[in-house]
C-alpha cells in the first residue's frame, strides 16, 4: 500500500487506537507509582504520618520533618522516578527491536561499558592531570554509545536481529567486566569501596542534580518513542510486512536502539548500572497490558515502581543503607533465568 | 548496517552528551579525590593548604569564623555562632581529636569494615552513624548538631559538604593521616579548645623526642634507620614521610632509609622486592584480614630473611595497624610512642 | 585413494606433537621464573638460577617456581575440561568460564568463606566442587527447557545468564562486607599470584581424579560425536558417557577454581587449537589440551607481569580480555559454516 508520494509513516499505518487493556494498566499503574511515592517519603530515619507528610510537601510544619522531605526524600524519590523510567523504556525498546526478551542494555553489556568508562576515569584521574576532571555522567555516556557501536559493528549482522548480537555483547560485558576489575584492584581500598557500590547500581546521596539530565533525556526521548510507537509496534512482525506497510525497517530500529541505549547510559550515569530493571520491566509491562508488544509507556511506569520499590526497601529495611542495585539483581537474576526457559511462544514474534 | 543518515543520530548523540555536560560538575559519585590520599600532584599543596587554615579569634571568643575546605581544593569560612556543645564526628582522626579534648561527640561515622569507633577510644552514648561514605543527612538533622567535623577527602562530593553545611556549621580539613598536628588544631578551634590542643601537642611532642632519645640509647647511642611496612590487600607498602607515622618518627628525630625518605605518602613494592626494606629497624603492621594481604607469603618466606634488619639482628616487631597507621590523632599518636618506648626497653 | 580418514594424513602424528609442546612448554616455564615484579639484572638471574645469589634465588626457586607450577595445574586442568565440555555438548562455544561453572564454584568459595567462614584447604576444593555440580546441572536444565533445546547458542546463553545472576550474588556478599571483599577481590578474578598452599594437595588429587575419569570416557566421546543414536548402536551407553564427562568437567574446573579462582576462555580457546592440530579424536585432543593449556596459561599469567610493574595484572583478567576477541572470531567463523547462530 506505499505510494511514491507518501507523506510519511504515520500516514500509511493505520492510526493506532489506544488499546483499552493497555490503558487501564498504564493508570493502574501511574496510580500505584503515586501511592509508593507517598509511601517512600513518609519513611526514613524517623516516620512521617500522613497528615504531617502533607504539611511538609507544603513546606510547613516541624523543621525537620520538612527537611527529611523536601531535601532528602524527595529528590531521592525523583531520581529513582526518572531512573527507573528510563531504564524501563530503554529495556523495552531494546527487546522491542531485537525481539528478543533477553536483549536489555544491562545484559548486553551497555551498562558494564558505562561502568568502565566511569571507573576508568577514576582510576586514570588519580594519577592527576586532565581526565579526572571528566564529569562521571558524560564519561558513562560515552562509555555506554561506544559499546553499544562495538556490539553493532561485531556483530556482523546487517538485520541487528538474530541471537549474535546477544552472545557478543555478552561476551563484551564478560570482557569490561574484566578490565573494570582491574581497574578497581588498582585504586585505593575506600576507593574501591564506593566504586563497588556505584558498579552495583545506588542512588545514595544522590540529589536534584543528578536527576536532572536524566529528566531531560525523558522529556525529549519519551515523546520521541511515543511518535514512533505504533512504527515499533510493527517492527514485532517480519521485516517483509513491515516494509510492505512503508515502515523503514532498518533506519527504524536503528534510531529507536539508539533512543535505548542513550536512555539507559543516562540512567546508568546518574545512579550507576542498576542491575535487570532493564530485562523485567519491559517483560513485566507487556504481561500486564496482555499485548504481544511493549508499550513503552507503561514499561516506563513499571520500571519507575521497581527502582522506587527496591530503593525504598533497601534504604528502610535494614539498620544500614543497601545499594538499590543489590536488591534489583537477588530479585531480577532469578527471573532472568526464568525467561530463558520460557522461550518464545511463536518463533520470533514475540519480543 | 542498515544505510541512515547519520546527522540526525549525531543529533541525538550530541544532545545526549550535552544534557549530561550541563548537569553542575556537583553530581555523580564525586570527583575522584585519590590524587589527595596517596601522593602524586595534588599533594605538596595540602600542607600550604592547611596552613591556610584555622581561625583569627581570640581563645575561647564566640561567635568565630574557621577557615577550612568548603569545597573540592577551595577555602571558604565556616561561622560558628557559640561554643558547641552537640559535635557530630566523621572520621577516626575527628574522634580522635575530640576524645583527647575531653568532648563526647553525639554522632560518629566511621570506615565501612570498621566498627563505630576503634578500641583504645572510649565513646560513650554517642549514635553509630554508620560508613562515612552512606551518611543518613536525616538521621544526622535528628541528632541537631551544632557542628560537623570531617575531612574533605572522605566527604569528597561537593554536594554532600553542601548538605552538611546546610545542616549544621561544618568544619573540613584537606585530609587525615600526615596533617594530623593542623587537624587537631584546626578541630580544637571550632570547639574554642586551642589551648588545650596546643599544650597537648607540646606535651606529645616533648615525649616524642624524649623516646626517640630512648630508642637511640637502646640501640648502642647510635641513632637506627627505621623501615614502615604495611600489608594490606593487593599491595605492600613503604610509609613515606608524608604520613602519619612519617611525622611521628620525625618528631622522635629517628632518621628513615633512603628508600622511606621521599615526601609521599608510601612507596608500594611487590613481595620480590621486600629486600627494599632497608631500615635497621624493620615494624610492620597489616590492614585488614591478614589472609587477605600477602603478609604470610612475605613474613614466612624465603626472602624474609634476606631483608636487612631480620639478617643483622635488629628490631623486626609486628606492631598494631590500628595505633600506628590508622591513630590519625594524639591519642593515638601517644600510644605508638608508648610502643616504641616498650621496644627499645625491651633491647 | 585411501580409505582411512583425510583427517589423520594431514595431521602430524600426536607425538610429534606433544613433544613440541612440552619443549614450548620449558621455554614458558622458564620465562616464568625469570620474569616477575622485581627486576633482576643478568648477573642476579645468573646467580639466581644456579644458587649463587642468595636473594634472586629464593626470589626465582621459591617465589616463582610455585606459581609456576600453579600454572601448570591450572592450565591443565582447564584445557582438559574445556575439550570435555566441548565435546559431550557438542558446543564449540562450550568452556567451564562461560557456562558458569566456574562462577558456580567460585560462589560457592566466597558465599562458604564469607558466610560460612570456611577457608583455604579442603573446605575450599568441597566447596567450589559443590558450587561447580550445580551449576552444572542449572545449565543443563535451563537450556534443555527452551523449546530449541540444547543448541550451542541456548546453551551459552544460559550459561551467561547463569554467570550473570551469580555475579550479581557474589556482588551482594562483598557489598555486605568490606573485609570480605578484600579477601576475593583478587582472588574472584582469577589469580596465579595468591599462594595457597593448603588447597594445592587436596587439588592436585580432585584433579587426577577427574583426569581419570576424563581418559576413562575420551574413548566412548569419539563415539557420542557421532550422534546418540549412532552412539547407542555402536554399544556406548550415552547417559553415562555424557555423566561421567559431566563429573569429569566438574572435577577439574572445579579444582581449577578452587586453586586460582575463575578464569575464562582458556577451556575455550584449546580446544580449537587442538582440533586444529590433530583433529577430532578425542582422546588425541585431551592429551594435547592437556599441553596447550598450560602453555596458554601461563603464557597469559606473564603477560599479566609485564605490563604493569612492579604491580600485575591478574590472569583471569588477561584471558577475559585477550579472549573475547576469539569468542566473537568464533561466532563468526560458527556463522558461516551454517550452525545455528
Redesign the interface.
Known amino acids: 500500500m506505499s505510494t511514491s508520494t507518501a507523506p510519511g509513516i504515520r500516514a500509511i499505518l493505520p492510526r493506532p487506537r489506544p488499546r483499552r487493556r493497555v490503558v487501564i494498566a498504564v493508570v493502574t499503574t501511574a496510580a500505584l507509582l503515586l501511592l509508593t511515592c507517598l509511601v517512600a517519603l513518609s519513611l526514613g530515619d524517623r516516620a512521617t504520618a500522613p497528615a504531617a507528610l502533607w504539611e511538609a510537601l507544603q513546606g510547613r510544619g516541624a523543621e525537620n520533618t520538612v527537611y527529611a522531605v523536601l531535601e532528602v526524600r524527595l529528590p531521592r524519590v525523583v531520581l529513582a522516578l526518572v531512573v527507573g523510567a528510563a531504564f524501563g523504556i530503554a529495556g523495552g525498546l531494546s527487546q522491542s527491536v531485537l525481539r528478543n526478551p533477553l536483549a536489555s542494555p544491562d545484559v548486553l553489556g551497555i551498562g558494564a561499558g558505562a561502568s568502565t568508562a566511569v571507573v576508568a576515569v577514576i582510576a586514570i584521574g588519580s594519577l592527576g592531570g586532565p581526565v579526572g576532571a571528566v564529569p562521571i555522567p558524560v564519561a558513562a555516556l560515552v562509555g555506554g554509545l561506544a559499546a553499544a557501536a562495538l556490539i553493532a559493528v561485531l556483530a556482523r549482522d546487517r538485520s541487528l536481529r538474530g541471537r549474535r548480537i546477544l552472545l557478543i555483547g555478552i561476551a563484551m560485558s564478560t570482557a569490561l567486566t574484566g578490565v573494570t576489575q582491574y581497574l578497581l584492584t588498582r585504586i585505593d581500598v575506600y576507593d574501591a569501596q564506593r566504586s563497588a557500590v556505584w558498579l552495583t547500581g545506588s542512588l545514595n546521596a544522590r540529589g536534584w542534580a543528578d536527576a536532572l539530565p536524566v529528566a531531560i533525556g525523558l522529556a525529549v526521548l519519551l515523546p520521541l518513542t511515543l511518535v514512533l510507537a505504533h512504527t515499533s509496534r510493527a517492527l514485532i512482525f517480519d521485516d517483509d510486512v513491515a516494509s510492505g506497510w512503508g515502515v523503514r525497517t532498518g533506519r527504524m530500529r536503528v534510531v529507536l536502539l539508539v533512543i535505548s541505549v542513550c536512555l539507559a547510559a543516562l540512567a546508568t550515569s546518574a545512579a550507576g548500572p542498576v542491575a535487570f530493571v532493564a530485562l523485567v520491566s519491559g517483560q513485566v509491562a507487556r504481561r500486564i497490558g496482555g499485548v504481544p508488544d511493549i508499550p513503552p509507556l507503561l514499561a516506563g511506569l513499571t520500571g519507575a515502581l521497581i527502582v522506587l520499590v527496591a530503593d525504598t526497601v533497601a534504604r528502610t529495611a535494614l539498620p544500614f543503607q543497601l545499594p538499590v542495585g543489590v536488591l534489583t539483581a537477588l530479585v531480577g537474576a532469578p527471573y532472568l533465568l526464568y525467561l530463558l526457559q520460557r522461550r518464545r511462544r511463536t518463533n520470533g514474534s514475540t519480543p | 548496517m542498515p544505510r541512515i543518515r547519520p546527522w540526525p543520530l549525531a543529533v541525538l548523540v550530541v544532545a545526549a552528551v550535552a544534557l549530561t555536560g550541563c548537569a553542575p560538575a556537583t553530581s555523580g559519585a564525586g570527583t575522584n579525590q585519590s590524587n589527595v590520599a596517596t601522593g602524586q600532584d595534588g599533594f605538596q599543596d595540602v600542607r600550604a593548604l592547611a596552613a591556610q587554615l584555622g581561625t583569627d579569634a581570640a581563645p575561647g571568643e564566640f561567635p568565630r569564623a574557621i577557615r577550612n575546605i568548603v569545597a573540592n581544593g577551595e577555602v571558604g569560612e565556616t561561622e560558628i555562632p557559640a561554643k558547641p556543645q552537640r559535635v557530630i564526628v566523621l572520621d577516626t582522626g575527628e574522634l580522635d581529636n575530640m576524645v583527647a579534648l575531653g568532648i563526647e561527640p553525639i554522632g560518629i561515622a566511621h570506615p565501612a569494615d570498621t566498627g563505630m569507633a576503634p578500641d583504645y577510644l572510649d565513646v560513650g552514648d554517642a549514635v553509630d552513624l554508620g560508613p562515612y561514605d552512606a551518611l543518613d543527612l536525616e538521621q544526622i538533622k535528628n541528632l541537631e548538631p551544632d557542628l560537623i567535623l570531617g575531612t574533605s577527602l572522605r566527604i569528597d562530593d561537593d554536594g554532600l559538604k553542601k548538605q552538611l553545611q546546610d545542616i549544621a556549621p561544618t568544619v573540613l580539613s584537606p585530609r587525615p593521616g600526615v596533617l594530623w598536628k593542623e587537624n587537631f588544631l584546626l578541630n580544637a578551634a571550632a570547639v574554642g579548645e586551642e589551648e588545650q590542643a596546643q599544650q597537648l601537642l607540646d606535651a606529645y611532642e616533648e615525649r616524642a623526642a624524649a623516646v626517640g632519645d630512648d630508642v637511640v640509647e637502646a640501640n648502642e647511642g647510635v641513632a637506627p634507620t627505621v623501615s614502615m611496612l604495611r600489608f594490606m590487600a593487593g599491595r605492600i607498602r613503604l610509609y613515606a614521610n608524608d604520613s602519619f607515622i612519617g611525622t611521628i618518627l620525625a618528631d622522635a628525630g629517628l632518621p628513615r632509609p633512603k628508600t622511606e625518605d621521599v615526601n609521599e605518602l608510601a612507596v608500594e613494592i611487590s613481595a620480590e622486592e621486600i629486600t627494599k626494606a632497608e631500615g635497621d629497624w624493620l615494624l610492620w603492621g597489616t590492614y585488614g584480614q591478614p589472609d587477605a594481604t600477602e603478609q604470610a607469603t612475605v613474613v614466612d618466606g624465603p626472602l624474609w630473611g634476606q631483608v636487612n634488619a631480620v639478617a643483622k639482628g635488629g628490631v623486626v616487631r609486628e606492631v598494631n595497624d590500628g595505633t600506628w597507621y590508622l591513630g590519625l590523632g594524639v591519642e593515638g599518636a601517644q600510644l605508638v610512642l608508648d610502643d616504641l618506648e616498650a621496644i627499645a626497653a625491651e633491647r | 585413494m585411501s580409505t582411512a580418514p583425510r583427517t589423520r594424513t594431514r595431521r602430524a602424528p600426536l607425538t610429534i606433537l606433544v613433544g613440541a609442546g612440552v619443549a614450548l612448554l620449558v621455554v614458558v616455564v622458564l620465562l616464568s621464573l625469570l620474569i ?3 627486576v633482576l639484572s643478568p648477573a642476579e638471574t645468573f646467580g639466581g638460577l644456579f644458587g649463587d645469589d ?2 634472586a634465588t ?2 626465582i626457586w ?3 617456581l610455585p606459581r609456576t607450577l600453579l600454572g601448570l595445574l591450572v592450565g591443565a586442568a582447564l584445557g582438559v575440561a574445556g575439550a570435555l565440555a566441548q565435546s559431550v555438548t557438542r558446543n564449540p ?1 562450550a568452556d567451564p568460564g ?1 557456562l558458569g561453572i566456574s562462577s558456580g564454584a567460585a560462589v560457592a568459595v566466597v558465599i562458604g568463606g564469607a558466610f560460612l567462614g570456611l ?2 584447604g579442603t573446605p575450599r576444593v568441597l566447596l567450589a566442587l559443590l558450587g561447580a555440580a550445580l551449576a552444572t546441572v ?1 545449565v543443563y ?2 537450556a534443555r ?4 533445546g540444547l543448541t550451542p ?1 541456548n546453551m ?3 550459561g ?6 551469580l ?3 557474589v ?2 556478599t ?6 570480605t ?3 576475593y ?2 582472588w ?2 582469577g589469580a596465579l599470584s595468591i ?1 595457597d598452599p593448603q588447597t594445592l594437595l587436596p587439588a592436585a588429587l580432585i584433579a587426577a581424579v577427574g583426569a581419570v575419569v576424563a581418559a576413562s570416557v575420551s574413548g566412548s566421546l569419539n563415539a557420542l560425536a557421532l550422534g546418540d543414536d549412532t552412539a547407542s548402536a555402536l554399544g556406548v551407553n550415552v547417559l553415562r558417557t555424557r555423566i561421567s564427562a559431566g563429573a569429569a568437567v566438574v572435577l577439574l574446573s572445579g579444582t581449577a577454581v578452587a586453586l586460582a579462582g575463575p578464569i ?1 576462555f582458556i577451556g575455550l580457546i584449546i580446544p580449537h587449537m587442538a582440533r586444529a592440530l590433530v583433529g577430532n579424536d578425542v582422546r588425541r585432543m585431551l592429551v594435547l589440551s592437556a599441553v596447550l593449556g598450560p602453555l596458554l596459561l601461563l603464557s597469559a599469567d606473564i603477560i599479566g607481569r609485564l605490563i604493569v610493574r ?5 590472569v ?2 588477561v584471558t ?2 585477550l ?2 576477541p576469539f ?2 572470531w568464533l ?2 567463523r560458527t ?1 558461516r559454516r551454517g550452525d545455528a ?1
Do not use: H, K, N
Not at chain 3, 551467561?160 to 545472576?165: D, E, G, I, S
Open positions: 616477575g615484579s622485581r642468595a636473594v629464593a626470589v621459591e617465589l616463582r562455544l562461560l577457608g583455604a542449572a536444565t535451563f527447557r527452551s523449546p530449541e547458542v551459552t546463553l544460559a551467561m545468564a547463569l554467570t550473570a545472576f555475579g550479581a550474588v556482588s551482594a562483598v557489598l555486605l562486607s568490606a573485609s571483599m578484600d579477601q577481590r583478587f574472584v578474578v599462594p575464562a612492579p604491580s600485575e595484572l591478574q583471569g583478567v577475559a580480555i579472549g573475547t569468542f566473537i561466532t563468526w556463522r547462530i
